[in-house]
């Protein structure tokens, strides 16, 4: 009797804590691994999250041409088989989650999800739950109505299975062989298809009360650079939350590169996002890992008034900052109201100072975007904007193997990109030998040989042909 309510005290005090004590140890793990130019203050990786968490070699194939296409030619050759994906997604899942702890994001990514049955794609969201993952699945968003809802829906009961699903869509007008239109001779061509994309969880909303979370996902290429500032303006009230561009990188399947892609740089991306944005994006504010890999920022519209939610050029937000990491740390802020409340109160008693930082944080935000009679008026909704810059498959294989050999190369250019490794923000789970690698090591290194082992073990059947390269 006393030892059960001991264990249910402990339980509590457990459960109530900001961080679930396997989290804690992982960010602790993961800070100590960091190099130490991006040991900053605004540094989320080792303080708020372990980084994000992507599948691998689950569902490789795609029925989608693009150019360029980040997996294996091999890819192709591998049929999609629904136990396959489940068991290794739940592998996966596990070793992430003895290994980062509960509560972070990752995404079900691969070929294209959408080719799994929709009782398998579930079936896998549901192991990634399981596992106290955040998932969201990745699709070039050329599916209908009916599979979503297939998805989303029991179906013996007709019950929702989901709450709440995450999708990003990839959107951009490299894409070859969209139903409706096989070739894109611009960006806004696409319009109505990353429209219809966004009408479809609108509906799912509507008909089931099952809520979404949308990202929008662009390759950024010589051919559509001047491109990006109107995709922002044009799909900006959509329903997407967040818009995320990755320059094209010369990785994946060799066949599929057509562009000189190093003929600009990240900056001028940035500044394409920013001039449609029609503001200014401080993503000095947080860092995600390393700078030359990752650009976040976190923002809302109040009608077209943009505010970024933390000013980078202002001391007192970074100071707020600095209170929240080392209150709140890694606490997910999707939980029921009451433990969220216990959570938060602990988190305060920890770091007393974030109340009134806080307090002032909030009055200079709502300043930000445009006061109170203005936010009235236009109900404000958040929006992230995010740059996410793969490496060339030439430099991360020469970086990786050093790496895998303990030792830091002399050349500036291979140091650089082993340096963003050991920053990286988005890994991907090998269970058998039980070690996380990051995705641009997966993609330039690794994919080739897994894709090979996957094409024997799962066939393509005979009416599955491979589709065309471009
Ligand atoms: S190392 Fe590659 S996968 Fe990791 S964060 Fe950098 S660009 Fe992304």
Redesign the pocket.
């Known amino acids: 009797m006393v030892r059960s309510l001991l264990d249910r005290l402990r339980a509590l005090e457990v459960a109530t804590r900001p961080e679930h004590p396997d989290l804690t140890a992982a960010l602790a793990r993961r800070w100590e691994d960091l190099p130490t130019h991006v040991k900053t203050p605004n540094q989320m990786l080792g303080t708020r999250s372990a980084g994000c968490e992507g599948t691998h070699g689950v569902f490789p194939r795609c029925n989608l041409a693009c150019t360029p296409c980040y997996h294996a030619k091999e890819a192709n050759r591998v049929r999609v088989d629904g136990p396959h994906t489940q068991r290794e997604v739940d592998r996966q899942m596990a070793l992430l989650r003895e290994l980062r702890g509960p509560g972070q994001n990752a995404q079900l990514i691969g070929g294209e999800v959408t080719l799994l049955s929709p009782d398998d794609h579930a079936a896998a969201l549901q192991a990634m739950h399981r596992h106290g993952r955040k998932p969201m699945s990745m699709s070039h968003g050329d599916f209908d109505y009916d599979h979503l809802e297939a998805l989303a829906l029991d179906p013996d009961t007709g019950e929702r299975r989901f709450d709440f699903l995450s999708f990003a869509g990839h959107f951009d007008s490299m894409m070859f062989g969209r139903r409706g239109i096989k070739r894109v001779r611009n960006e806004a061509e696409l319009n109505p298809y990353r429209e219809r994309f966004c009408q479809m969880f609108q509906r799912l909303e509507r008909e089931h009360g099952i809520k979404h979370y949308l990202a929008h996902n662009m390759t950024v290429t010589p051919r559509n650079i001047d491109q990006v500032a109107r995709v922002v303006r044009d799909c900006r009230d959509m329903g997407f939350r967040m818009f995320s561009f990755q320059p094209a990188a010369f990785v994946g399947n060799e066949a599929r590169w057509k562009d000189a892609y190093r003929a600009f740089s990240t900056d001028e991306v940035w500044t394409r996002i920013e001039e449609g944005a029609g503001s200014r994006l401080h993503f000095r504010a947080v860092q995600v890992?390393?700078e030359r890999?990752?650009r976040t920022a976190y923002g809302l519209y109040a009608g077209d008034r943009y505010a970024p939610v933390l000013d980078e050029d202002d001391p007192r937000d970074q100071r707020v900052l600095g209170d929240f990491l080392a209150g709140f740390g890694g606490m997910d802020l999707v939980a029921p109201p009451a433990l969220l409340a216990a959570r938060a109160a602990r988190a305060i008693a920890r770091r007393p100072q974030v109340l009134p930082h806080g307090a002032g944080w909030a009055v200079r935000l709502v300043r930000r975007a445009g006061g109170v009679r203005h936010l009235r008026a236009n109900r404000p909704k958040t929006i992230t904007f995010v740059m996410?810059?793969?490496?060339d498959a030439r430099d991360v294989r020469p970086a990786w193997e050093l790496l895998e050999q303990g030792v830091m190369s002399d050349d500036p250019r291979i140091r650089a990109t082993q340096e963003?490794?050991q920053s990286?923000?988005?890994a991907m789970a090998h269970p058998d030998d039980g070690r996380l690698v990051?995705?641009?090591a997966q993609h330039s290194v690794l994919d080739p040989d897994e894709n090979l082992r996957l094409a024997e073990l799962l066939p393509l059947h005979r009416s599955e042909p491979e589709p065309a390269n471009v």
């Open positions: 890992g390393d890999c990752n996410h810059a793969f490496m963003r490794l990286c923000s988005y990051p995705a641009c």
